[in-house]
């Protein structure tokens, strides 16, 4: 049992390691996923829309479905980035 001493002079550094993160933390680590997901989305863009006219010129997909992954691929990595963005500024206010 945990000695009554730790209610009044607080928590060791091994005691505080076994609560889970704090809200706040999580919507860091959520932020800084979602920005990097983005980011990473975002270098890999060309390559990403080559491949699905690649494949629409191969008639692995159709010309429809090529272009809304490309629609989807333009548009939602700046949204992806946005968000994390978004979520990191909602941490860092009090």
Same mark, same amino acid.
């Given at each position: 049992?945990?000695?009554?001493?730790?209610?009044?002079? %607080?928590?060791?550094?091994?005691?505080?390691?076994?609560?889970?993160?704090?809200?706040?933390?999580?919507?860091?680590?959520?932020?800084?996923? =979602?920005?990097?997901?983005?980011?990473?989305?975002?270098?890999?863009?060309?390559?990403?829309?080559?491949?699905?006219?690649?494949?629409?010129?191969?008639?692995?997909?159709?010309?429809?479905?090529?272009?809304?992954?490309?629609?989807?691929?333009?548009? %939602?990595?700046?949204? =992806?980035?946005?968000?994390?963005?978004?979520?990191?500024?909602?941490?860092?206010?009090?």
């Amino acid at each position: 049992m945990i000695c009554s001493c730790f209610i009044v002079f %607080g928590l060791t550094d091994w005691e505080k390691s076994c609560y889970p993160m704090n809200q706040r933390e999580a919507l860091l680590l959520a932020g800084l996923a =979602l920005i990097g997901a983005g980011v990473w989305l975002r270098w890999r863009l060309s390559w990403y829309c080559s491949d699905a006219e690649e494949a629409a010129k191969d008639g692995k997909i159709t010309t429809a479905a090529a272009r809304r992954r490309i629609q989807w691929l333009t548009w %939602g990595t700046p949204a =992806l980035t946005m968000a994390g963005l978004l979520l990191l500024i909602f941490a860092a206010l009090p």
